[in-house]
């Protein structure tokens, strides 16, 4: 039965929506299964894609083994789930490259008690990454269809721990706020003031910021305890922009 919270779509749907292949997909025990195979190639992803270029972060680069990336992807590219690129997911939309997501999951320093904030959930693969790492993940999708797809991927993949809404990421989700860790997977042209507000004082925000049309630039935003602001740029980027509701 689906559960709701503050009206939103939740990673709890029955597992068996996704049919008799989500049995073997549980990260906390091992089976065999044909997922199986795309093992190997997620380690040749972690060390030759990320580590090599500089992201080192123990429990990031576990959780970015452990996660099935192939499961996240159209069908039709499985084949191709771990080359360094992004891949389209549907609606103009699409999943970053693994370097891409393991640099903003190491920016952002998750702790196992923090609580997240994704705005942009896609496919969920960057939900299911920072559900491994800290204590919940709430995350925002304004395409009600991949929302509520990410939220039959993630249950099934066995995310209680994440928690999934359908709405304007652009207002983040002030119920759950505030939040230790807030990353952005879209790029709104400026950072917006409510995503300031619910970072908690001492949290870290990762956000790609600019214009479709420009360079955009990668930023780590930090709250300080007296409520601060301090940010830097990272390294120039290219995101699918922030979408608002009308």
């Known amino acids: 039965m689906r559960r709701r919270v503050h009206s939103c779509f939740t990673s709890r749907?029955?597992?068996?929506?996704?049919?008799?292949?989500?049995?073997c997909l549980s990260l906390l025990a091992s089976c065999s299964s044909p997922h199986a195979a795309y093992e190997a190639e997620r380690r040749r992803m972690v060390v030759d894609q990320i580590e090599a270029r500089g992201v080192g972060e123990p429990r990031v680069l576990s959780a970015l083994r452990e996660v099935p990336r192939h499961l996240f992807v159209p069908p039709s590219e499985k084949a191709n789930a771990y080359e360094d690129r992004p891949f389209p997911i549907g609606y103009g939309q699409t999943i970053s490259q693994p370097y891409i997501v393991a640099l903003m999951t190491e920016l952002a320093r998750p702790e196992p008690g923090?609580?997240?904030?994704?705005?942009?959930t896609g496919s969920g693969y960057q939900a299911a990454i920072l559900g491994r790492l800290v204590r919940e993940v709430y995350t925002v999708e304004i395409i009600e269809p991949l929302g509520r797809e990410a939220g039959l991927r993630l249950d099934g993949l066995g995310f209680s721990n994440v928690f999934v809404k359908v709405g304007d990421g652009y207002r983040g989700w002030p119920e759950a706020a505030p939040f230790d860790?807030?990353?952005?997977?879209?790029?709104?042209?400026?950072v917006p003031p409510p995503l300031i507000d619910q970072l908690k004082p001492g949290g870290r925000m990762v956000i790609p910021v600019g214009a479709v049309s420009d360079v955009q630039s990668l930023q780590l935003i930090q709250k300080d305890a007296a409520g601060r602001i301090e940010s830097r740029n990272v390294l120039p980027v290219r995101f699918v922009p922030l979408t608002r509701s009308p």
């Open 13 to 23: 749907e029955s597992s068996k929506a996704l049919g008799p292949a989500v049995v």
């Open 114 to 120: 923090d609580r997240a904030l994704e705005v942009g």
């Open 181 to 190: 860790i807030i990353l952005v997977t879209a790029a709104p042209e400026k």
